[in-house]
């Protein structure tokens, strides 16, 4: 008979998980203070360096409740309660806390938390409740306080709160690139929407915000054109990545919209931008459906001047580069073969290009 085994699980350890394993850098727990806050709905934050402090002072939701479950998960660091810890309210101020060399938290309503290297030495009542902010102050090395506004700038482009870092104002509104194509500015269910065509990538970039806090960038494979977008979601849930899925679906459905509108005013674009936008368009591995009736491509006598749709309805089509039914350069060329083969063929070469050939064959 097999026994079962008593598997002990080292309580420190799962701190240690849930804390120094997941600190970025020495200069990360000021963003993970300010990223707290803002989850706890402040609509103001001060970031202040004096020497080897970090002071941090917000008008978020009182900080007292935090205090006491994080001196429980400190003082008794059971893996469960800090599981518990983590979905309740997340591990951004836990962090900042347990990797410090020391900190002072107090929050508006009275309570307070000491620590020196993770190990609680004061927990109580610091003053009466009153309107005062909430508290957090760290003490690191003087040396950080270049990295940690480099690290709020990068963590926080575009914060709903204004954040003040040593008197200056930290963000700025998020924007496209000014090469996009049709961009455009959308409030919807959730959050706000920044889409438009990128002329220069062959993928789409999507760049995902939480209430202006950098969640995560990804490039996605192009449907018909390449989007850049850009998605600031109204959550920022304990774990942002949870934000990233609707993301997707949402800069899907948009650019889905968004392609039928700039079908719709192809013409109008610039000639030079409708070329670009056809070069992307015939490298896609289908053509949108939308683009089935904008004309596209060019004959001998215009450029722009015929639509897919009517190529599809010619038995034969002779395509070529400076002659035929159609003219059109090797991309498109291809893209034509491969969606119409059994109705292209290629132009005979003209007649000039064709003497000049005979000529060399008997000077040979």
Do not use: C, Y
């Amino acid at each position: 008979m097999i026994e079962a085994l008593d598997v002990s699980v080292d309580d420190r350890r799962a701190l240690w998980a849930l804390t120094a394993r997941h600190l970025r850098s020495a200069a990360h727990p000021a963003v993970l203070v300010v990223r707290h806050a803002i989850r706890r709905g402040a609509r103001r934050i001060e970031v202040r360096t004096r020497g080897k402090q970090l002071i941090v002072t917000d008008d978020g939701d009182d900080l007292d409740v935090d205090i006491a479950d994080l001196a429980i998960a400190l003082r008794d660091p059971h893996v469960d309660r800090l599981h518990a810890l983590e979905r309740a309210r997340g591990t951004d101020l836990l962090v900042a806390i347990a990797t410090a060399a020391s900190t002072d938290v107090r929050g508006r309503g009275g309570a307070r938390l000491a620590t020196i290297n993770g190990a609680v030495v004061v927990e109580g009542r610091a003053r009466p409740a009153s309107t005062a902010d909430n508290v957090v102050t760290i003490h690191r090395p003087r040396a950080l306080r270049s990295l940690e506004r480099q690290e709020l700038r990068a963590w926080l482009p575009s914060p709903r709160a204004e954040i003040l870092v040593d008197g200056a104002r930290l963000g700025t509104p998020s924007a496209l690139p000014s090469s996009t194509v049709s961009p455009q500015t959308m409030s919807l269910p959730g959050g706000r929407l920044q889409l438009g065509f990128a002329l220069d990538e062959t993928v789409t970039r999507l760049t995902i915000h939480a209430r202006g806090v950098w969640v995560a960038q990804e490039q996605l494979r192009a449907r018909g054109l390449p989007i850049v977008a850009i998605w600031d979601d109204d959550r920022l849930p304990v774990h942002p990545i949870d934000v990233v899925a609707d993301a997707r679906d949402i800069v899907a459905a948009a650019g889905e919209a968004a392609l039928r509108t700039l079908a719709a005013r192809f013409q109008d674009q610039p000639i030079a931008v409708r070329r670009r936008l056809r070069s992307l368009l015939v490298r896609a591995p289908r053509l949108p459906a939308a683009f089935f009736d904008v004309p596209l491509f060019d004959n001998e006598r215009q450029p722009f001047a015929l639509t897919f749709s009517s190529l599809q309805q010619r038995r034969r089509l002779v395509i070529g580069s400076v002659a035929g039914d159609v003219v059109v350069d090797d991309e498109a060329s291809a893209f034509l073969h491969r969606l119409l083969p059994h109705s292209v063929v290629d132009a005979v070469p003209p007649p000039r290009r064709r003497l000049a050939f005979i000529v060399r064959r008997l000077l040979r």
